[in-house]
């Protein structure tokens, strides 16, 4: 083939990086028009199919070959230039003569070519600079953002089949560039199911703090203002900031936020909903309320202070328990450390009527004044509390601690918690930072100076306070004996 360009050559081909670059819808309609009414510019395309080489050298693009390769496929007639013998291009103008248009979907080979699998709420593409409504096997272009409404879901679906389901108030984004391998979350929740990656080619999940490469796995990944945090169900995941990074294993979890890369190790995943027993590790002890506060704190094993029951854990009622007044603590037995997360899933309901009343006969019923207390870097007498729908706000939340002996406050958030419905609440401690979780929305996020016994336990440990809800999970991670990998260049790019 002669190595200068025709001018009709030149013509298509420009045509075809306008309609691809700069979505030039002008450009495509044109592009339309030479290939249905000029048989010169058909045998010219045929020509540039033959030798895909030379058409990815001129344009130094491989997009164009996908684009051609897909509809190629679908034209029924021409098999995908990957496995084409080079006397079957010949088909090409004669399919091109009975209506075949090259569809340019602008995603370069290997791209992503996400499509909307189903919506439920309000669901929006950003396109252009407008919001439209999102509909069902609509694709999305690069460059595009989906947003789902604050009650809202959506599922998007990969070319190979990777699933991205879509919270509510979560803002992705597919990134433009020839690469095209990369989903930006730039807020909100995302359970991804990731099908296997080609070699050298994996998908990447971009946060304001930290890039997350995948290869094939099952994930959650959550952007937040001050952190981003991924939980990985199957597979391995890497997770970086532009240093070293850390590898994320089945069933550990890692935050990013502006001190660095952190990875937590699991302690425990216990679905209570289908426990028959509590574990050996969760203990129940009880204090009564006259030692709770003095120095000789009176503290007895309560193998009656906690029940699986009804789809879920249950604290005893007080005073019909132990008949009098005090606190009921369920800790773990064993140290996890200082650096720990906790996440619980509750449900806003309680027995009524009392221990005395026969289970089969005590129904649920939602309680407007239900509370739950979280402890980390020790238990519920020696460690840092965490107070959900703590009554004095009212409901809202506060930190504080019963060491040595007196109540001291540390922090609190006097904004009352939603208490019906279901919520999960997380409590994550990382060096002395001390961040507080209601559903997606963080409530504290303060640092702890308060000093605690040097001899402690450093474990960690739940209490009722008041009415509890029915509590279905508990998770728990604790800091992987790693450093922290501190300093990350984003956040570093992002000061002054």
Not at 318 to 323: E, I, S, Y
Not at 356 to 370: G, I, L, M, Y
Not at 401 to 429: C, N
Request: glycine share 8%; with cysteine; proline share 8%.
């Amino acid at each position: 083939m002669n190595n200068d360009l025709t001018s009709l050559e030149m013509r298509l081909l420009t045509l075809l990086h306008r309609a691809r670059e700069e979505r030039d819808e002008a450009a495509r309609a044109e592009l339309n028009t030479l290939l249905r009414e000029e048989a010169e510019a058909r045998k010219i395309m045929a020509r540039l199919l033959v030798d895909e080489q030379a058409l990815v050298s001129r344009l130094r693009d491989e997009s164009i070959v996908a684009i051609i390769e897909r509809d190629a496929k679908r034209s029924q007639t021409i098999v995908p230039l990957s496995s084409a013998p080079r006397w079957l291009w010949w088909l090409v103008p004669p399919a091109l003569a009975a209506g075949f248009v090259i569809l340019l979907l602008i995603w370069p080979a290997g791209g992503l070519r996400p499509t909307i699998a189903s919506t439920q709420g309000e669901v929006q593409i950003l396109r252009d600079g407008q919001r439209i409504p999102a509909n069902t096997g609509e694709p999305i272009r690069p460059g595009e953002r989906i947003r789902t409404g604050p009650n809202a879901s959506a599922e998007l679906r990969l070319a190979d089949g990777t699933s991205i389901r879509m919270d509510g108030s979560t803002d992705v984004g597919f990134l433009p560039g020839k690469a095209a391998r990369q989903v930006e979350v730039q807020t909100g929740m995302v359970h991804c199911d990731v099908a296997k990656q080609p070699p050298g080619r994996p998908l990447v999940f971009q946060t304001p703090h930290a890039d997350l490469t995948v290869l094939g796995t099952a994930f959650d990944l959550l952007a937040a203002p001050v952190e981003s945090r991924a939980r990985v169900h199957q597979g391995r995941v890497r997770w970086a900031d532009g240093g070293p990074g850390v590898e994320v294993a089945a069933g550990e979890a890692c935050t990013a936020d502006s001190q660095g890369i952190q990875a937590w190790q699991p302690v425990c995943n216990l679905d209570f909903r289908t426990l028959k027993a509590v574990p050996p590790q969760l203990e129940a002890v009880f204090c009564n309320l006259e030692s709770l506060h003095t120095p000789r704190r009176r503290i007895v094993p309560a193998p009656n202070g906690i029940r699986l029951e009804d789809g879920g854990l249950q604290f005893a009622t007080l005073p019909h328990a132990f008949g009098e007044h005090g606190l009921v603590v369920t800790r773990w037995t064993e140290p996890v450390g200082g650096d720990v997360a906790i996440e619980v899933e509750l449900s806003a309901a309680a027995k009524v009527g009392g221990d005395s009343t026969p289970p089969a006969d005590r129904p649920w019923e939602r309680d407007p004044n239900w509370s739950l207390q979280m402890a980390v870097d020790g238990d519920s007498f020696d460690g840092y509390r965490v107070v959900f729908a703590a009554p004095k706000y009212p409901n809202g939340i506060e930190v504080d601690s019963i060491h040595p002996v007196e109540w001291t406050l540390l922090a609190r958030d006097p904004r009352p918690m939603p208490q019906a419905g279901d919520h999960t609440l997380r409590v994550e401690k990382r060096g002395p930072q001390l961040r507080v979780w209601v559903d997606r929305e963080l409530r504290i996020d303060t640092a702890l100076s308060y000093p605690l016994a040097p001899g402690r336990k450093q474990t960690f440990a739940l209490s009722e306070f008041g009415r509890t809800p029915l509590i279905r999970s508990l998770r728990v991670w604790k800091g992987a004996r790693d450093p922290i990998i501190a300093g990350s260049d984003r956040e570093r790019a992002r000061k002054p």
